[in-house]
């Protein structure tokens, strides 16, 4: 193959556009659809890793650009179970961290836990450029975050139970405010006079 990049390279726009056309007419030029897209996409996997592959769609829109002729209805449904298969892939991603949608109180150590898996996750959609992921992570942050916010402020719990969920809270806090630093944050909350007073009993 003529086009030589190491996997998971960055590569522009125009450079993406570039290396489409370059193997199509490595492949002759052919006319696009269904198993024209899979070959390339295929061949475009060993370029930019599976996960940076543009889409079907994309794809196609590119080649039509340098006068392709498209096979309209198999580009439709090659995209379609396309982009089936990425929500699958996100959904697989999600769960390890749906535990914070079961409405079951966090305590610390669930809490770093998941806060990690999260961080974890949200690294790999921003380096595949997924925004919707992205958003969705997001969400599912603040939404624990307000959870631990209502559970602090409920009076039918103890006070150490109370405090918990207010520590738990503030961890959201920090982690959707500063996602790169949490890290050493909560390295340095952990270790603190004031956190070990507070918490000083295993949880």
Same mark, same amino acid.
């Given at each position: =193959?003529?086009?030589?990049?190491?996997?998971?390279?960055?590569?522009?726009?125009?450079?993406?556009?570039?290396? +489409?056309?370059?193997?199509?007419?490595?492949?002759?030029?052919?006319?696009?659809?269904?198993?024209?897209? @899979?070959?390339?996409?295929?061949?475009? *996997?060993?370029?930019?890793?599976?996960?940076?592959?543009?889409?079907?769609?994309?794809? *196609?829109?590119?080649?039509?650009?340098?006068?392709?002729?498209?096979?309209?209805?198999? +580009?439709?449904?090659?995209?379609?179970?396309?982009?089936?298969?990425?929500?699958?892939?996100? =959904?697989? *991603?999600?769960?390890?961290?749906?535990?914070?949608? @079961?409405?079951?109180?966090?305590?610390?150590?669930?809490?770093?836990? +998941?806060?990690?898996?999260? /961080?974890?996750?949200?690294?790999?959609?921003?380096?595949?450029?997924?925004?919707?992921?992205?958003?969705?992570?997001?969400?599912?942050?603040?939404?624990?975050?307000?959870?631990?916010?209502?559970?602090?402020?409920?009076?039918?719990?103890?006070?150490?139970?109370?405090?918990?969920?207010? /520590?738990?809270?503030?961890?959201?806090?920090?982690?959707?405010? @500063?996602?790169?630093?949490?890290?050493?944050?909560?390295?340095?909350?952990?270790?603190?006079?004031?956190?070990?007073?507070?918490?000083?009993?295993?949880?």
């Amino acid at each position: =193959m003529k086009v030589s990049r190491k996997r998971g390279e960055q590569i522009s726009p125009e450079s993406c556009s570039e290396i +489409i056309v370059s193997l199509w007419r490595e492949f002759g030029s052919p006319a696009v659809g269904a198993s024209e897209l @899979t070959r390339l996409h295929d061949a475009l *996997a060993d370029v930019f890793g599976r996960d940076k592959v543009p889409s079907p769609a994309r794809i *196609a829109r590119e080649l039509a650009q340098e006068g392709a002729a498209l096979r309209h209805p198999e +580009i439709i449904e090659c995209d379609a179970r396309w982009r089936e298969a990425q929500i699958a892939g996100r =959904m697989n *991603a999600f769960q390890s961290v749906r535990q914070l949608q @079961t409405g079951v109180p966090l305590q610390l150590k669930q809490a770093a836990a +998941i806060i990690a898996e999260l /961080e974890e996750l949200r690294g790999c959609f921003v380096n595949t450029g997924d925004e919707a992921a992205l958003a969705e992570l997001k969400t599912l942050a603040i939404e624990a975050r307000h959870a631990a916010t209502n559970r602090a402020k409920d009076s039918s719990l103890s006070t150490a139970d109370r405090k918990v969920q207010a /520590e738990i809270c503030e961890w959201f806090r920090v982690w959707l405010e @500063t996602p790169n630093l949490f890290n050493q944050w909560l390295e340095l909350r952990r270790s603190s006079a004031a956190f070990r007073e507070k918490f000083s009993k295993p949880d």
